[in-house]
């Protein structure tokens, strides 16, 4: 059984930093696509960055310009370093990673999830 493992979240002030890691583990999976999302409250879960198996990236554009996603195929982790984090930031962050052909910021693509890491930033 595949898992993925998010670590990294915490509370920061607006405009500050922090960088989320997610680990896969359990049986080898070759991922073609993973993914970072996020769910703030009474709010609908949104697609925040998608990386494929090649390195191409998309980003919303909400965070375009301020987030990175990345992964270390040798380590079997995904990154999303975060910079000037705003209020609006604040949510529960999911990884989650597909198998299958096609590789954009939906969660209907995804075959496995992370349990989340909360991120809360203040004003």
């Known amino acids: 059984q595949v898992q993925l493992e998010e670590s990294g979240g915490g509370s920061v002030q607006a405009g500050g930093s922090l960088r989320l890691s997610c680990v896969t583990s359990?049986?080898?999976?070759?991922?073609?696509?993973m993914g970072w999302f996020r769910q703030a409250p009474g709010k609908e879960r949104e697609g925040v960055a998608v990386i494929n198996k090649a390195g191409s990236t998309s980003y919303s554009d909400t965070v375009k310009g301020r987030f990175t996603i990345s992964q270390d195929n040798a380590k079997n982790t995904l990154y999303l370093q975060m910079n000037s984090l705003k209020a609006d930031d604040t949510a529960m962050y999911y990884c989650?990673?597909?198998?299958?052909?096609?590789?954009?910021?939906?969660?209907?693509?995804?075959?496995?999830w992370g349990r989340g890491t909360l991120v809360n930033i203040s004003s």
């Open positions: 989650a990673g597909s198998r299958g052909t096609y590789c954009y910021r939906s969660d209907y693509i995804m075959d496995s």
């Open positions: 359990g049986y080898s999976v070759t991922w073609n696509c």
